[in-house]
């Protein structure tokens, strides 16, 4: 066959049974006979062994002699080389676990991996071709060896990155064989974005959800306030629950200061963020009725029912969260309140009655409305 050597016995016979011995007259013209003088296997026979010249099939010969010492002959052998008919290789699939946020990884595809023809030719299999057009989470490219790939996973991604190879002898491809590689997931640290507020020069203290804009790429993760940093606040900065701290500026302060606080994840892992609170003067607060039925900012209140139609708001400078109080003034004694301006107020009026409305600061400045 193609490319594999065999062995040949070489014979002959002496009609008075001496021995005989054996050299190679002529070399084949298309392969190579060794060794020369072939090896005595008897009396009678000797061994050579023919190697077909690379790529070479079809028919080639030699020409042996025989000697008893004193006469000699010689004979012909003929050797058949047939064509070899390469087998492809097969590719198993393969499957392998990196961890996430892990640098570069040498996945070995091939190990697994056979070739019918290597017992006999030592064919060696390697990539030949990958596809990764549908894959996602990861960079993947042939290895310097041709043996695997070079795997890096994108960072910040778990779960499970595939893709495709074919294999290859040399000569002939494998089929396609498909490769799943799982990413299995680390804890990410909690990213803290700096959060901004606004509040009323003397306010009370104001809740801040400071967590709102925080980040955790890890999923289910749940995040927690879990310090606060108050050195060279310009008030008092309090951890009011899990998720809310507290600012209340010093008495008389006006302008920004700042405070930190620190989130952690479900894994214990942190972070430290910022947050920015404007302390505002009241000047320029405005309080007006919206209802074009009603002028003078006189509104009215169906005690009887004590349905309350219309609308109804208070502002003030920079959009601060002010505390406002609506007075009944026909009976005297019948009060709403509500901690949020900007909010609206529905009511129904009977002719007669008024609402006196008052917003309070905190500094006790008041500016009533009628």
Do not use: C
């Not at 050597?5 to 070399?27: K, V, Y």
């Not at 993760?221 to 060279?232: E, N, Y």
């Amino acid at each position: 066959m193609e490319d594999l050597p065999i062995n040949i016995i070489l014979t002959g016979s002496d009609p008075e049974g001496d021995p005989l011995t054996f050299t190679i007259a002529q070399q084949p013209s298309d392969g190579t006979l060794l060794p020369d003088p072939p090896t005595p296997l008897g009396p009678t026979s000797a061994m050579v062994t023919y190697t077909p010249d690379q790529f070479f099939d079809g028919l080639d010969d030699f020409v042996f002699r025989v000697s008893d010492g004193i006469t000699t002959d010689t004979a012909k052998v003929f050797v058949t080389v047939t064509p070899f008919s390469n087998s492809p290789p097969s590719a198993a699939p393969d499957s392998f676990e990196v961890a996430e946020d892990s640098s570069i990884q040498f996945l070995n595809l091939t190990k697994n991996d056979s070739d019918p023809d290597t017992p006999l030719f030592g064919d060696v299999v390697t990539v030949f071709s990958i596809d990764t057009s549908q894959t996602i989470g990861a960079t993947i490219t042939i290895s310097a060896d041709s043996k695997g790939v070079d795997f890096t996973p994108d960072l910040d991604f778990d779960g499970t990155a595939s893709f495709t190879y074919i294999a290859t002898d040399g000569m002939a491809q494998s089929a396609i064989a498909n490769v799943a590689v799982t990413v299995t997931g680390s804890p990410d640290q909690p990213i803290a974005v700096t959060d901004t507020a606004s509040v009323a020069v003397n306010s009370s203290p104001v809740n801040i959800k400071v967590l709102i804009n925080d980040i955790d790429v890890d999923t289910g993760d749940v995040l927690s306030v879990t310090a606060i940093d108050d050195t060279g606040t310009d008030g008092i900065v309090t951890l009011v629950n899990s998720t809310d701290v507290s600012f209340q500026p010093d008495l008389d302060f006006e302008g920004m200061t700042s405070f930190g606080y620190t989130v952690t994840d479900s894994f214990g892992l942190d972070a430290n963020g910022t947050v920015n609170v404007n302390v505002n003067s009241l000047e320029g607060l405005a309080l007006f009725v919206t209802s074009a039925s009603f002028t003078n900012k006189i509104i009215m209140y169906d005690a009887a029912s004590a349905t309350l139609i219309g609308d109804f708001i208070g502002s003030g400078v920079g959009g601060l969260n002010l505390p406002y109080n609506i007075k009944f003034a026909s009976d005297g004694d019948v009060y709403v309140s509500s901690l949020n301006t900007n909010s609206i107020l529905h009511y129904h009026g009977n002719s007669g009655d008024f609402i006196e409305t008052v917003i309070d600061s905190g500094d006790g400045l008041s500016t009533p409305s009628k």
